[in-house]
């Protein structure tokens, strides 16, 4: 169809805006922007554990100084971003209003209580993401979440992602989607962290691996790779 045939009533998807695709056209949201969102999705609990390593502003955690001209308080003691998403009402706080709305659309239970903060991120995020298929075909709100999802995903990379010459770089991220598709993502090295955790999977992978990521040379399956 061309841009002159396109009537009002075309349907679009929510998220990229653009017209729902043939076969697509009763979805709320197309099913590549599914894909991104579900994989940036599930990223999220691997940039919530690296921004622990963001908490004390230094070496290998870039954060905003402050400069106090010889008070005390000469830098901050953590970096106060960091320690926003971190903590209840942060990151965790978004996925569970969104999880408490889809449920509700969905008759569902409410969610039980889960103890820790990175406990209730996680089964969020679970259920958010079994539950993906379902809102970007059927709940005209799915655009909530992915709004929340960029908003969140992009202030932890602000403080996670190094200035040059803060970071090593590795090589491709070897982990394998559900399609066969490798990720490739640059995976660098920070300087002070114990695991590298790739930005645009959420695949974790402890020192063990490192030589192998450099040598461009993988023969282990990653810890957390996309199922
Ligand atoms: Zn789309
Ligand atoms: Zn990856």
């Not at 940036?40 to 919530?48: F, G, K, S, V």
């Not at 990151?91 to 999880?99: F, I, K």
């Not at 790739?198 to 695949?203: D, L």
Request: aromatic fraction near 6%; glycine fraction near 10%.
């Amino acid at each position: 169809m061309s841009r002159d045939e396109t009537r009002d009533e075309t349907p679009a998807c929510l998220l990229c805006d653009d017209a729902l695709p043939d076969g697509e056209t009763d979805r709320q949201a197309c099913t590549t922007c599914q894909a991104r969102l579900a994989r940036q999705l599930r990223a999220l609990p691997a940039l919530y554990h690296d921004l622990a390593h963001a908490l004390r502003p230094g070496p290998g955690a870039p954060g905003p100084r402050v400069t106090g001209g010889g008070s005390t308080y000469g830098q901050a003691p953590v970096n106060e971003g960091a320690l926003d998403l971190r903590a209840w009402g942060g990151m965790v706080s978004a996925l569970q209003a969104h999880e408490d709305d889809w449920r509700r659309v969905l008759k569902a239970a409410p969610a039980p209580a889960r103890g820790s903060v990175e406990g209730a991120l996680t089964a969020a995020v679970e259920f958010l993401g079994a539950h993906l298929w379902w809102a970007c075909q059927s709940y005209p709100h799915v655009d909530g979440l992915a709004n929340d999802v960029r908003q969140l995903r992009a202030a932890a990379l602000s403080i996670l992602s190094p200035p040059t010459g803060d970071s090593t770089r590795l090589g491709p991220c070897p982990a394998q989607y559900e399609d066969g598709t490798l990720c490739g993502a640059t995976l660098r090295y920070i300087r002070g962290a114990d695991s590298i955790t790739c930005r645009r999977c959420g695949s974790h992978y402890r020192q063990a691996a490192w030589l192998a990521l450099a040598a461009d040379n993988w023969t282990d399956e990653p810890e957390g790779a996309p199922a």
